[in-house]
């Protein structure tokens, strides 16, 4: 299974496209610099984990790939196009998504529910005020989504009712909607069970190939199970980059920020 998915990774990489380009991308507030002088690239179809301590710039760097805090200098590209100008939901409609450090579902509404809406606001008939029928695609889809993150057991069950690892994993389903080919990840094992994390971990492994991810984790197992590649930060700055055997088993990094053990960045 792992040579299939090397295999694929290649023929995607092998279009010569990377998924992200990040060029010299820094992020000031003020006098504070939260972000200096980033360069990152991420093939498509790659899996990467950015780790580091808290106030390392992880968040801010999802920001600014995404549109929600604009870099202050420096350059976006999304699969070659640069996106350092466009707002956030055109960088939604050439493929990226983003789940939040802060569940942001509606509660009142059955898990089914909040995924179809997902899939119908990215679709042509968002606007649309009939209700879905039995061949609906939207509703389709969605039916899909709630079984690839292992919901399809309180699939009518209203979100305001499930556990918080439940909600964190209906997250990810809204982040697939629509055909997404990147998507960020925002501490999504924060908060959760060992068993939890585990199926988190199982949900993340089992992606489609296609669809490249970044994951910011505290959990260091968790990361280095689902990454191909990892970036450290710290200050603000890329601090090291490899692979997650080379992360883990360097000393830097160990003295840096395995020394009160994993989990605990």
Not at 54 to 80: H, M, Q, S, Y
């Given at each position: 299974?792992?040579?299939?998915r090397?295999?694929?990774?290649?023929?995607?990489?092998?279009?010569?496209?990377?998924?992200?380009?990040?060029?010299?991308?820094?992020?000031?507030?003020?006098?504070?610099?939260?972000?200096?002088?980033?360069?990152?690239?991420?093939?498509?179809?790659?899996r990467?984990?950015?780790?580091?301590s808290?106030?390392?710039?992880?968040?801010?760097?999802?920001?600014?790939?995404?549109?929600?805090f604009?870099?202050?200098?420096?350059?976006?590209?999304?699969?070659?196009?640069?996106?350092?100008?466009?707002?956030?939901?055109?960088?939604?409609?050439?493929g990226?998504?983003?789940?939040?450090?802060?569940?942001?579902l509606?509660?009142?509404?059955?898990?089914?529910?909040?995924v179809?809406?997902?899939?119908?606001?990215?679709?042509?008939?968002?606007?649309s005020?009939?209700?879905p029928?039995?061949?609906?695609?939207?509703?389709?889809?969605?039916?899909?989504?709630?079984?690839?993150?292992?919901l399809?057991?309180?699939?009518?069950?209203?979100?305001?009712?499930?556990?918080?690892?439940?909600?964190?994993?209906?997250?990810?389903?809204?982040?697939?909607?629509?055909?997404?080919?990147?998507?960020?990840f925002?501490?999504?094992?924060?908060?959760?069970?060992?068993?939890e994390?585990?199926e988190?971990?199982?949900?993340?492994?089992?992606?489609?190939?296609?669809?490249?991810?970044?994951?910011?984790?505290?959990?260091?197992?968790?990361?280095?199970?689902?990454?191909?590649?990892?970036?450290?930060?710290?200050?603000?700055?890329?601090?090291?980059?490899?692979?997650?055997?080379?992360?883990?088993?360097?000393?830097?990094?160990?003295?840096?920020?395995?020394?009160?053990?994993?989990?605990?960045?």
């Amino acid at each position: 299974m792992e040579s299939a998915r090397s295999d694929a990774l290649s023929h995607l990489q092998g279009a010569g496209r990377y998924a992200l380009e990040l060029e010299a991308i820094s992020r000031h507030f003020g006098a504070l610099v939260a972000l200096a002088d980033i360069n990152l690239t991420v093939g498509a179809g790659e899996r990467r984990a950015v780790l580091g301590s808290n106030g390392a710039g992880k968040t801010t760097l999802f920001n600014a790939i995404t549109g929600d805090f604009p870099p202050t200098t420096g350059r976006v590209r999304l699969f070659g196009e640069d996106v350092t100008d466009l707002p956030s939901h055109e960088r939604v409609r050439r493929g990226l998504r983003r789940t939040y450090q802060i569940s942001l579902l509606f509660g009142g509404l059955t898990v089914i529910d909040n995924v179809y809406l997902a899939c119908r606001g990215v679709s042509r008939g968002r606007y649309s005020l009939r209700r879905p029928g039995r061949d609906d695609r939207a509703m389709e889809s969605a039916r899909g989504l709630v079984a690839a993150v292992h919901l399809d057991e309180v699939e009518k069950a209203r979100v305001d009712t499930l556990s918080y690892g439940q909600q964190r994993q209906l997250e990810i389903a809204l982040a697939l909607a629509g055909a997404p080919r990147l998507i960020l990840f925002d501490e999504p094992a924060a908060g959760l069970s060992p068993t939890e994390r585990g199926e988190l971990v199982e949900i993340l492994q089992s992606l489609p190939d296609h669809i490249g991810y970044i994951i910011i984790e505290h959990d260091m197992d968790v990361a280095l199970r689902v990454a191909e590649r990892v970036t450290m930060m710290h200050n603000g700055r890329i601090f090291k980059e490899g692979t997650p055997e080379e992360i883990e088993n360097d000393t830097e990094v160990q003295e840096l920020y395995l020394g009160q053990g994993r989990g605990h960045g």
